[in-house]
């Protein structure tokens, strides 16, 4: 078995054991907000450890939205690293689990449709992206065959 290793940001550490051990009935919002959030699954690339966290539920049809916006901090959040050297995940939406396999989006019309669509989801999105200097990665999971 793979060693998990939780996030050292105890909020979210505490937010995924909840949300994991409660089999997706608990902790379902962004620190109790009710903003709903998903738990993305991925393996370290430096580590190879499993991590796991908890980004906002945009969903696309099957698909998910994935934005690695940091709160709109200069650089990436690792997550987004690790998803590009490892793009296999598994998504956690409250009692579903799935398969995924993630991809950038670079085509500038779908990702502006797919910005859009997050930014409608959890609007401070858009705040994020003016607080930073880079473009901010949209990334989409899609399940696997």
């Not at 396999?101 to 670079?106: A, L």
């Amino acid at each position: 078995m793979d060693e998990y290793l939780p996030s050292p940001s105890a909020w979210i550490a505490e937010q995924v054991e909840r949300y994991e051990s409660s089999g997706g009935t608990e902790a379902l919002t962004l620190r109790d907000t009710g903003l709903p959030v998903i738990i993305v699954t991925n393996r370290g690339r430096k580590t190879g450890a499993i991590r796991k966290t908890p980004l906002m539920r945009v969903a696309d049809g099957p698909n998910y939205i994935l934005i690695a916006s940091q709160g709109g901090a200069p650089k990436h959040p690792l997550w987004y690293h690790n998803l590009l050297a490892d793009p296999r995940v598994e998504i956690r939406d409250k009692t579903d689990v799935f398969s995924m396999q993630v991809r950038e989006v670079t085509d500038p019309a779908e990702r502006q449709r797919l910005w859009d669509l997050a930014v409608a989801a959890y609007p401070p999105y858009a705040e994020y992206q003016k607080k930073t200097d880079r473009l901010i990665p949209v990334l989409v999971a899609e399940p696997v065959a």
